[in-house]
């Protein structure tokens, strides 16, 4: 299962983001050293002892849970509040099959929660600390955001320089002379959409006719590794028309080198994730 922690300061406290399976969670161990840091088990258990914790906790599963137990949680809710109830999140979890906790062994160990959850246990803790919490946490999403779309703007400009390349093989080996305008942009049209079927598996305008609500182009909605190939594949493409090479040729060629190096890079990206677990 592949895990990313990131670590975010609020009030002098290091509180763990924990990323699972494309669902982040926020340590309420660390939160709670803020409020005891010799025992801050102890806290998350004091919070599970609530009625109020219980119900918010039930509530969220019943949202977003599709095999919470119901049965289990109306136990736990008809008890919760008296002087003999004690509860602690494994016992939360493997009873009610909740999934908005869970529990994290070895080094940054401890009990984590999604997000909504753990900025109602921090609203327990202290008021102002939710509020620095939460900015810190968006401020994290923001970085996480900007570095993302850096990346993929490096990899747009990248495929738009070899798009130059790729025109140029076009103009010098593929339209004659004396065509019109509306002929050349025909021709390069139709090029753009050689690479637009090879890697997408459509055109332009079939793509456009299936998304008309959708800003921008088929190439604005590309992956990462889309843009890394496409790249690659107009390079080789220019490389193909210089020989002369027919454009059905080159389509297969294009498709199985798209096949070829999007599951080597879906590969390459599923063994970085796992060296990071």
């Known amino acids: 299962m592949s895990r990313k922690v990131n670590t975010i300061k609020v009030k002098q406290v290091d ?7 494309e669902q982040e969670f926020i340590s309420l161990t660390d939160i709670a ?7 801050p088990k102890d806290v998350v258990k004091n919070w599970l002892r609530n009625r109020g914790t219980i119900e918010f906790l039930g509530l969220w599963e019943k949202i977003n849970n599709p095999i919470f ?7 736990f809710l008809f008890d919760a509040g008296s002087n003999s109830f004690t509860l602690s999140p494994s016992k939360w979890i493997e009873r009610t099959q909740a999934v908005g906790l869970i529990n994290k062994l070895g080094r940054g160990g401890g009990t984590y929660a999604q997000r ?17 919490l939460i900015k810190e946490y968006q401020r994290l999403k923001e970085e996480e955001s900007n570095r993302y779309q850096l990346e993929w703007n490096f990899h747009r400009t ?3 320089v070899n798009y130059h390349i790729h025109t140029d093989a076009i103009k010098e080996n593929l339209i004659p002379e004396k065509l019109s305008i509306q002929q050349v942009s025909f021709i390069y049209a139709n090029e753009a959409d050689v690479l637009n079927m090879a890697i997408f598996g459509k055109t332009a305008k079939q793509w456009r006719d ?7 182009n088929i190439r604005d909605q590309a992956s990462l590794e889309q843009l890394v190939v496409l790249s690659n594949m107009e390079s080789l493409n220019a490389m193909l028309i210089h020989q002369g090479m027919e ?8 498709n199985q080198m798209a096949i070829t190096q999007i599951t080597s890079l879906l590969r390459h990206k599923d063994q970085t994730k796992k060296l990071n677990t």
């Open 69 to 75: 137990n119901g049965v289990e949680f109306d136990s």
């Open 158 to 160: 990248l495929a738009k």
């Open 15 to 21: 509180i763990n983001v924990l990323n699972e399976a």
């Open 116 to 132: 909504d959850i753990a900025f109602e246990f921090a609203s327990w803790i202290s008021a102002e600390f939710k509020l620095y």
């Open 210 to 216: 299936e998304n008309p609500d959708t800003k921008g």
């Open 33 to 39: 050293s803020f409020k005891n840091p010799k025992e």
């Open 247 to 254: 454009q059905p040729e080159r389509l297969t060629q294009l």
